[in-house]
């Protein structure tokens, strides 16, 4: 009954430490024209810090993309591109610098959507301790539970990729809706001014053919 009880106890911390929060944030925001926008992300030393980024609407659907570690040293740099994704691992303690360029535009203004992902090691070390203070018991170590926590933390990691990469398809989507409507308004307005232009051109063509079997000279009998 204690064996089992403490087999439940180790999975249970398992599941905790698996499946706590990252810490990850999203944000979607417009670029005027000729602007160029910072963000500032925090960093601890030794981690990991995954950017992807994507340009949803605006003419050319392109931007500047860099990114700059806490020295002001160009980690990232990226010139007229929809979409990206870059990892920065190790980091460095400190703020790192996330920006999206668009002087180039004069007139256009640009909607961008990127995700940060930061992965930090003191959540790794402190599950490793709580699993190393288990593992000193022989009847913990019956069960596997080195397995179940692999299992566990392979399950979090499939988890999370995969509500990043339902996260990322989505600004796909949005990106593919705007384009298309984008599409749509111009594809209408060309069609009303080819309409316009035909019938211009129609009763030009019937005014002309009129004029000429249109004979005013008068005959005399």
């Not at 600004?171 to 307005?189: G, Q």
Request: charged content about 25%.
């Amino acid at each position: 009954m204690c064996t089992s009880l403490l087999a439940c106890f180790a999975t249970f911390i398992a599941a905790v430490h698996a499946f706590s929060p990252n810490i990850d944030s999203e944000f979607t925001f417009v670029l005027p024209a000729g602007s160029r926008e910072c963000f500032y992300q925090s960093t601890v030393k030794n981690g990991s810090m995954e950017v992807e980024y994507q340009v949803i609407a605006g003419a050319g659907m392109d931007v500047d993309f860099n990114i700059l570690s806490p020295q002001r040293i160009h980690l990232v740099s990226e010139y007229r591109r929809s979409d990206g994704v870059h990892m920065v691992e190790p980091t460095e303690e400190g703020d790192y610098q996330i920006c999206f360029d668009n002087t180039f535009s004069r007139f256009s203004e640009k909607i961008i959507f990127f995700e940060v992902i930061l992965d930090s090691p003191s959540n790794d070390a402190g599950a490793d301790d709580e699993w190393a203070g288990l593992g000193e018991s022989e009847n913990i170590l019956e069960y596997k539970l080195e397995d179940i926590r692999e299992s566990i933390e392979s399950v979090h990691r499939r988890l999370e990729r995969s509500r990043q990469m339902q996260t990322f398809l989505r600004a796909f989507e949005a990106r593919d809706r705007n384009l298309l409507e984008d599409n749509l308004w111009r594809v209408s307005f060309w069609s009303c001014v080819n309409l316009m232009v035909m019938l211009s051109v129609a009763l030009t063509q019937v005014f002309t053919v009129r004029r000429l079997f249109d004979d005013k000279r008068r005959v005399c009998s």
